[in-house]
């Protein structure tokens, strides 16, 4: 409380204009108090009106008052300082650089809490309270603190501008309405303002509502967001948890053969070694009866050799070398070749099955309901272009490839190309080495009378003759036919005419998802020739058929 009473008494003895205690006090006839320095330089700011007046009350004085210095305030003040008041109260906000300056503050300015539209300058707390205190001040229009206040002057005539005209939509004074704005629409700034007002509030309802449905949008995708997350993750979890089962069985299999082999292996050298034993015993034996015989051999004795001799009538010829069947050196050799062959089907198995996964995964779309659009420029559609190369597993033997496996050219001699069952063995076709889902661009250059630019399904027929080999004629292919001056399109036996400029290249766009299939004629510009809207069941793969001797299909490297 005593606080209080001190900034209380501090405020008081304080001027108006600087806020600072009063310094050479005087006091103007009105009653009011100044520092000297602070009314005669705001005075001498209106000595061109020749009146003067009191910053507070707004008073005028005719002529500008003589100014005394007052003895007894300026006692009041010094016996203020010394109770260590001379301190600003910590309350005081100066103006900063962002803000907007009290205009009557002389010195360092506070911060103006209010801008006066009738005055057209602006106040800070102290300086604003006449505008409370005194009648001649309530119909002042009071508004937020503004730098703009001297806009509501009119540049030519010095008036404030309070009248709107519509023709010319723009503020006017009331000399301008009978100038240069005379027999214009006009009404008055407020009117116009509560009219604004009027469609402000209904943009504002209709900014609101969108806001509002932005915002449930925002929800749904958060929840969706959420429910994907979940959902990958479980998929990830089992199929790690599937994976982890594959190899373990694999694990097991693995060891499974290896005990097999191993088990195998000791019952064999066992054997072996058993039968080893008994030929090595017999060896033993018949050296110790060479040895007896040799001995024999040597003994002069007539009679006791003849004595000795039926002992070789014991000697019986050996039952064992005639049971030993060496095989050929190929014992477990037969294993790795099945283990091999079990390798080769399970690379198969996964090679294919891996496709229908990946395709799985890349099919996921939550925002089918808002589908992506096509591009409609090149520079969008090369925002989706894929480096093509082709699969010399597939090409025909009258087709020779280069570039990189990019570019197919059509020979009069047959190629020397391995067989391969994904080969086409009749028409001069070939198909890329990769499997396309999702949004796709590429471009084929291509060169001579009649060239196809064509995707299909990796189980398309290879072998023959039939339409079921060729592109277009089928339900698993779709071709663009293209002539030196026509274009055909090909879809399982239709053929249907299609119209666009003539390009020695070809664009497609595919959105596997979306089931669209675009073919453009690309030059200078980039025209549609055709755009298929269907139901793609696998990944499709770009392929080219090349009838006639040199001509070429080269697919581009776009950027």
């Not at 900034?7 to 100044?34: M, N, W």
């Not at 409370?132 to 005539?157: D, G, M, T």
């Not at 090595?280 to 050799?305: G, M, P, V, W, Y």
């Amino acid at each position: 409380m005593a606080q209080q009473n001190n900034q209380l008494d501090r405020a008081k003895f304080c001027c108006s204009i600087c806020l600072e205690l009063l310094k050479d006090p005087v006091t103007i006839p009105c009653g009011h108090s100044y520092c000297m320095n602070c009314i005669q330089s705001y005075w001498d700011t209106e000595d061109e009106k020749k009146t003067h007046s009191c910053p507070q009350c707004r008073q005028s004085f005719t002529p500008r008052p003589v100014l005394v210095k007052s003895t007894v305030l300026a006692d009041l003040v010094e016996e203020l300082k010394k109770t260590g008041l001379q301190a600003a109260p910590a309350d005081l906000c100066y103006a900063g650089p962002e803000d907007v300056a009290c205009d009557v503050c002389t010195g360092r300015k506070l911060r103006a809490v209010k801008s006066c539209l009738f005055c057209l300058i602006s106040f800070c707390e102290k300086h604003l309270q006449p505008h409370f205190e005194i009648p001649a001040y309530e119909k002042h229009k009071l508004v937020e603190p503004s730098e703009k206040l001297q806009e509501n002057i009119c540049s030519r005539h010095d008036e404030v501008m309070k009248i709107f005209c519509r023709t010319d939509q723009q503020c006017i004074c009331i000399l301008c309405s009978m100038d240069e704005h005379k027999g214009h629409d006009t009404v008055s700034a407020a009117a116009e303002r509560t009219e604004r007002q009027r469609e402000l509030e209904g943009s504002r309802q209709n900014i609101q509502q969108r806001i509002q449905d932005r915002e449930e949008d925002v929800k749904v995708l958060q929840q969706e967001v959420e429910a994907i997350n979940g959902s990958a993750d479980k998929a990830a979890e089992h199929s790690e948890k599937i994976f982890t089962e594959l190899i373990r069985l694999m694990e097991k299999r693995r060891s499974d053969v290896k005990q097999q082999v191993r088990s195998q292996q000791e019952t064999e050298v066992s054997r072996v070694k058993e039968l080893q034993e008994k030929l090595e015993q017999e060896i033993t034996e018949l050296k110790r009866k060479d040895a007896e015989l040799k001995k024999l051999s040597h003994t002069e004795d007539h009679n006791q050799f003849l004595h000795n001799c039926p002992s070789l009538s014991a000697l019986s010829e050996s039952t064992h070398s005639s049971s030993i069947n060496i095989r050929p050196l190929r014992y477990f050799e037969d294993v790795t070749a099945a283990v091999s062959e079990v390798r080769d089907k399970l690379q198969d198995v996964l090679r294919e099955t891996w496709t229908n996964i990946s395709l799985t995964v890349t099919e996921v779309d939550v925002l089918l309901s808002n589908p992506q659009p096509e591009p409609e420029t090149r520079a969008g559609l090369l925002r989706y272009s894929r480096e093509i190369t082709l699969d010399p597993n597939t090409v025909n033997t009258k087709l020779l490839l280069s570039e990189g496996n990019r570019k197919v050219t059509r020979m009069s001699q047959q190629q020397s190309y391995s067989s391969h069952p994904d080969r086409f063995t009749y028409y001069g076709q070939v198909l890329s080495r990769e499997s396309l889902t999702g949004r796709c661009y590429w471009e084929v250059e291509w060169r001579g009378r009649n060239v196809e630019v064509a995707v299909a399904y990796k189980n398309i027929n290879r072998t023959g003759s039939s339409y079921e080999c060729w592109f277009g004629r089928n339900d698993k292919s779709w071709s663009l036919d293209c002539y030196n001056d026509s274009y055909k399109f090909h879809h399982n036996k239709v053929q249907t005419p299609v119209s666009g400029p003539r390009s020695s290249r070809v664009g497609v766009y595919l959105d596997h998802s979306a089931g669209i299939l675009s073919f453009y004629s690309v030059s200078e510009t980039i025209t549609l020739l055709h755009r298929v809207q269907t139901t793609f069941t696998q990944p499709l793969y770009a392929g080219v058929w090349v009838y006639y001797t040199e001509s070429t299909a080269e697919f581009s490297k776009v950027k």
